[in-house]
């Protein structure tokens, strides 16, 4: 009987499951011909919209068709003419707000009524997404409200037809709004998904380019279908260069004016090609023009002169100041070339390379050398060791910087970091824990080496002796390495370099190692200097109002400067030499004016010149090319992280043309952004700027120590850096900063 009893109860179940069954085939079959009924009844509409046989054709005149649902189309009661299809109709003449159509202000009633039939609806609100499906009389809502709750709860109409519920639609829209909050939810999902899965950075959502593009998709709608690889890599690319050409155009006329400075460098990609980037700086920004793979070519001064010719005619002789590159040979033999070649036009070289060249001479001094050696080891052996590093972090709250073979000047930007009180109590407390004594390594003669480093006096107020002479140094550096017009004041900074070098005595140290250290600073200035560092400096008017003196080699460098710039042009040559007697004897009423005197204004000289000038005409054009010059090929350098980031190891087969291509874009777009933000407004450079600058107040931090010292008088350099308590952080952020150089893979040209 049981087994009867479970045949039957088995029978009855797979009966119930066959109904089961039979009940959603046959519930699938009437949604599909729901839908397919409503796709027949949408293409009926178009056709009949396309024909002319519709009733929304009655209200509207069809003045030209186009493909699928776009047409052309009047309205016959207030002549608004717009792009649609009958949906946009419907919108205009129900007067729906927020739709992005015009409302028809002459409907009659009887027309928003028809229009209420045609989509089924009794409600004067419609949906307020005119591309959200809309119920019609068949699929009615009941209910008036939906909770907040109910609405995550709820999925969207067009996936699943079973969710649907018969029930008539509420004055207020409340499922419409239900449903864009669900589509909302799904886009932001199916975004953040595409972020994930494609390892975007997430701050990317914050790119005004992203906005622009989510922006101009949804104005075309769910219809919208993304360009092909190939569409990518060929048709937008090339149209989107010749926009942004066309951008540029406006900047380049500036230069007609103000000049500007071909910088260019050398660099080995992750394929290891050698290639070489040029771009146009000047006092806007800087542009990317090209870049060179020089494979199987030896790059010659000839060869290099060769590259830097076609630019210079491209951007054009008279618009071209200068060109900065580094001090390698061939660079200094293709600059050599060029200065014969257009006499007008001054080869620099590059001075964040000389300042870290610079480090480089002091470096190598031997005294020196020992103490760099020691903090080196310092921070090698405690960085390679992943256990002795997660010791370190118990006990400071400041990394440590490792050391970089890739600038000179970082080397003493490490000694400074271990000059901080967290990172120099953080070693302390380290090496005394109970944990160090445990680390089986702590018993090997490494280990001991640095215990005997870290509790030496002496090394660390040698340390602090040379942290305090190089200040001057890094000062410069951060001035040189920022973009936008630094010409004018490149001499003086030197000047009070050396200067503040030579008064360093309240410093122990051997005279005779102060010495040193001064010959390395006038030796790299010799190399550095220029006719335009000098020309600057006596055309600036800032240091006009101190008093300048005309020394010889600032007279040298000014007559060099009119000779080049007017070459063969004697009446020019002559008229230059009177209008600068004239500004400096102030012999022109509009210098003895009391807002010419005003030192703020004096601050920007451009702005200056072009205000006060115009007495001495030639003076001004000559003073406003000059001063509106860079010093340094700091912008090459920088342009080459955007190769890295462009040509990475995932992409290393991208061609040395389409690598060209992209940089071109990604530099020059960010460029056009930044300007359009500013409308084109100087990058406005001056001496208390970089005081400003977060890099630069560590470095006041550091000479304020350094005042200290010298009112104490003392000694102990030791003990006085212990009490101090708030020692700032290092100059540097994020890496190598003091030469503006992302990727260690960066090089100078080399034969």
């Known amino acids: 009987m049981m087994g009867e009893d479970d045949k039957k109860h088995r029978e009855k179940d797979a009966d119930e499951r066959k109904h089961r069954e039979r009940d959603v085939d046959e519930r699938k079959n009437r949604d599909r011909d729901d839908d397919e009924k409503k796709l027949k009844d949408r293409d009926s509409d178009e056709r009949k919209l396309r024909d002319g046989d519709g009733e929304e054709d009655r209200d509207v005149l069809i003045l030209k068709n186009h493909p699928k649902r776009m047409h052309v189309m009047q309205c016959k009661y207030c002549n608004h003419t717009y792009v649609g299809g009958p949906q946009r109709i419907r919108v205009h003449l129900l007067i729906l707000r927020g739709q992005g159509v015009e409302k028809c202000e002459h409907a009659s009633n009887d027309v928003k009524q028809k229009m209420k039939r045609l989509i089924g609806i009794a409600s004067e609100e419609v949906v307020s997404n005119v591309d959200a499906p809309i119920p019609n009389e068949n699929q009615s809502i009941t209910s008036t409200s939906i909770s907040e709750n109910e609405m995550h709860n709820v999925s969207q109409p067009q996936a699943c037809s079973e969710t649907r519920k018969k029930t008539k639609l509420d004055a207020s829209g409340s499922l419409p709004m239900l449903w864009n909050m669900q589509l909302r939810k799904n886009a932001e999902e199916a975004l953040a998904r595409f972020f994930y899965a494609e390892d975007i950075p997430h701050g990317k959502v914050e790119s005004s380019f992203f906005h622009d593009m989510l922006k101009a998709v949804g104005e075309v709608g769910p219809s919208f279908k993304p360009p092909s690889t190939y569409q990518l890599r060929n048709k937008y690319l090339n149209a989107e260069i010749k926009s942004v050409e066309f951008d540029l155009s406006q900047m380049k006329e500036y230069w007609k004016t103000y000049g500007c400075t071909i910088v ?144 000179f000047a970082y080397s003493f930007i490490v000694l400074s970091n271990l000059l901080d009180e967290r990172v120099y109590g953080g070693l302390r407390r380290m090496i005394v824990s109970e944990q160090w004594d445990k680390w089986k390594g702590s018993k090997t003669k490494k280990a001991e080496e640095i215990v005997t480093i870290i509790f030496d006096a002496k090394f660390w107020s040698d340390v602090k002796m040379i942290v305090t002479l190089c200040i001057p140094i890094l000062k410069l550096l951060h001035l040189a390495d920022r973009e936008g017009a630094t010409m004018g004041l490149i001499y003086d900074l030197t000047q009070q370099m050396i200067k503040e070098i030579n008064n360093m005595s309240f410093i122990e140290i051997d005279p005779m190692k102060l010495d040193e250290i001064k010959l390395c600073c006038r030796n790299r200035w010799s190399m550095l200097q220029s006719p335009l560092h000098l020309t600057g400096y006596v055309l600036h008017p800032i240091w006009t109002g101190n008093s300048q003196e005309i020394n010889n080699e600032l007279n040298t460098g000014w007559m060099t400067t009119i000779m080049r710039y007017a070459s063969g042009n004697q009446d020019l040559q002559n008229a230059l030499i009177d209008e600068f007697y004239a500004y400096r004897k102030q012999t022109c009423n509009m210098f003895r004016l009391p807002f010419a005197k005003d030192i703020n204004r004096m601050k920007n000289p451009v702005m200056w010149w072009e205000t006060f000038g115009t007495a001495t005409p030639n003076l001004m054009k000559l003073a406003i090319r000059v001063l509106s010059q860079g010093s340094s090929a700091s912008p090459c350098e920088r342009n080459w992280s955007t190769f890295s980031l462009i040509h990475t190891r995932r992409r290393n087969r991208l061609s040395p043309c389409h690598v060209e291509k992209l940089v071109y874009l990604h530099t020059n777009l960010r460029l056009l952004k930044r300007i359009k933000e500013r409308s084109y407004t100087p990058l406005e450079i001056t001496m208390e700027m970089v005081d400003k600058e977060e890099d630069a107040e560590r470095l006041l931090n550091l000479q304020k120590e350094r005042e200290i010292l010298q009112s104490e008088n003392s000694n102990d350099i030791l003990n006085s850096m212990q009490d101090e308590e708030n020692i700032e952080d290092n100059y540097v952020v994020g890496g190598n900063e003091a030469h503006s150089s992302e990727n260690p893979q960066t090089n100078y040209y080399v034969n």
């Open 264 to 407: 260019s460098d050398g660099w080995t990609d992750t394929r290891n090609r050698p290639i070489i980037n040029v771009m146009a700086s000047s006092m806007y920004g800087s542009v990317f023009l090209k870049s060179v793979d020089t494979s199987g070519h030896v790059k010659t001064g000839e060869y290099i002169f060769n590259i830097l010719k076609d630019v210079i005619l491209e951007v054009g002789p008279l618009n071209v100041v200068q060109v900065c590159m580094d001090n390698a040979t061939n660079c200094v033999v293709a600059g050599e070339m060029i200065e014969k070649e257009w006499p007008s036009i001054f080869y620099t070289r590059c001075t964040c390379h000389c300042v870290d060249l610079l480090f480089e001479d002091i470096a190598k001094l031997a005294w020196i050398d020992n103490i760099l050696r020691s903090a080196m080891k310092i921070t090698v052996f405690i960085t390679r060791k992943q256990n002795v590093l997660a010791m370190f972090r118990r006990f400071s709250e400041k990394e440590l910087l490792k050391p970089s073979n890739t600038r």
